[in-house]
């Protein structure tokens, strides 16, 4: 392990902008640090790894961090990027996101940890709901001028933008809040440092001249430092947007994105880029990642590098055995295995495999009489085109069951079902059929 925070994140790459003292401070205290996390959905998904990862180095090194949840921020929107307004959340539905990201939040960090830097989860609705206009106007809004909020890159973007769509007063004010939470935090927390990515810079340094400005008029109180550093938005070497598979967004959450897909995600990165990631997203040391490219680089084709990339974010994000369940369904489809072993698979994880595969619905009950194999593989499912095709296909030995070549003679009954529900009907090494049970 490096000897100190700013050093560890910079040979992984993880450092993009940096205030001068930054690193100092961090060499000489334990601090406090704070990412904010917007609530725009009830989960987070893999763009959010990064600023977790932060608050776990941060948890590691021995310093504090507070992980916010921006139920007030949410509720307008950061502009940041954004090249029009967004669409404003109502409060139940903001509510129920709030709640979600806390869970997920949970798992990679021990908010009931008791020791002095255990980590803290906030909510900034809990210290803005009471906060009236007026109080707001007077006490932040006096602090930061206009001419600087409009110097902010998202500001300025967003004001020259082609489109004529301009930026509202509620967008226009985020800034000002976010750095309202920066100098609350610094006051109930004794918290120095805003960490984010790239596109928060803007942001977060409101919060640290706000810190300076407000201290610096509060009586009896020398002007305050705090400081910010940000870490660069991760991008894939082709130029496309990281994150998203064809299905979507890959989200952390097991019900939104399965363990095998999200292992499936990984897996299927490119040289390239598992070179960079196996920096970002594990908690590998230098000497391991260096042997582990080394490796990588003189028999690429062995993917030595993406395998132990996806088996280090699956388990620190799901768990070893949800890992141990995704390398099992991998190797169902693409490797050598068994009937058995094909029926350990759950039913989710079982259609993520198999998606796309053309399914038939069969009658349980013709089932429980028995169906032979030919009416199975032609009548039944259309899997071939006739009942000739389906006999010559049994006679050259090309027709596999839950993976297990059969004969003509094969009589499929309820016991070849997968979760009681699924037959899964094979030709050659590629050609698949899912029968499922009604």
């Not at 060499?27 to 959905?41: L, M, N, Q, R, V």
């Not at 921020?73 to 509510?95: F, V």
Request: hydrophobic share 35%; charged share 30%; aromatic share 10%.
């Amino acid at each position: 392990m490096a000897e100190n925070l700013v050093e560890e994140l910079r040979w992984r790459g993880l450092i993009h902008d940096i205030m001068p003292g930054t690193e100092e401070l961090l060499k000489s205290e334990a601090t406090t640090a704070y990412i904010g996390f917007d609530p725009t959905s009830d989960s987070l998904h893999i763009g959010s790894l990064v600023p977790i990862i932060l608050l776990v180095h941060l948890r590691k090194f021995g310093h504090k961090p507070i992980a916010l949840v921006g139920g007030a921020t949410g509720m307008i929107g950061d502009p940041t990027g954004k090249s029009d307004e967004r669409q404003l959340l109502d409060e139940a539905t903001l509510a129920n996101n709030v709640e979600g990201i806390k869970g997920v939040l949970s798992r990679y960090l021990d908010f009931q940890a008791e020791d002095a830097q255990a980590p803290v989860l906030v909510n900034n609705y809990d210290w803005m709901k009471e906060f009236s206009f007026i109080d707001f106007v007077r006490d932040v809004g006096k602090r930061i001028t206009v001419n600087y909020m409009m110097a902010k890159d998202s500001v300025k973007k967003r004001l020259s933008a082609d489109s004529g769509v301009g930026m509202s007063f509620t967008e226009f004010t985020y800034q000002l809040i976010q750095g309202y939470d920066f100098y609350h935090l610094y006051k109930e927390y004794d918290c120095k440092l805003q960490m984010g990515g790239s596109d928060q810079w803007g942001n977060i340094t409101t919060g640290t001249e706000l810190i300076r400005r407000m201290t610096a008029a509060e009586e009896g109180e020398e002007s305050a430092k705090a400081f910010a550093m940000t870490c660069p938005l991760i991008t894939k070497a082709d130029g496309s947007k990281f994150g998203k598979s064809e299905g979507g967004n890959v989200w952390l959450d097991s019900e939104k994105t399965s363990p095998y897909k999200f292992y499936q995600f990984w897996l299927n990165t490119s040289d390239e880029d598992a070179e960079k990631y196996i920096k970002i997203f594990t908690f590998l040391d230098q000497k391991t990642v260096e042997s582990l490219i080394e490796a990588h680089r003189a028999e690429p084709h062995l993917r030595q590098l993406q395998r132990r990339l996806a088996e280090e974010v699956t388990t620190f994000v799901h768990s070893e055995a949800d890992l141990e369940n995704a390398v099992k369904a991998s190797n169902i489809l693409f490797g050598k295995s068994t009937s058995e072993e094909l029926k350990t698979l759950d039913e989710k994880t079982f259609l993520d495999v198999f998606e796309g595969v053309p399914q038939a619905d069969i009658d349980r009950s013709e089932l429980e009489e028995g169906i032979d194999m030919i009416a199975a593989l032609a009548v039944k499912s259309d899997f071939l085109k006739s009942n000739g095709e389906a006999r010559r296909a049994l006679k050259e030995n090309s027709i596999s069951v839950n993976k297990e070549k059969v004969k003509e003679d094969k009589m499929l009954t309820p016991t070849d079902l997968i979760n009681d529900k699924f037959i899964l009907l094979q030709r050659g090494k590629k050609n698949y059929f899912v029968l499922r049970t009604v």
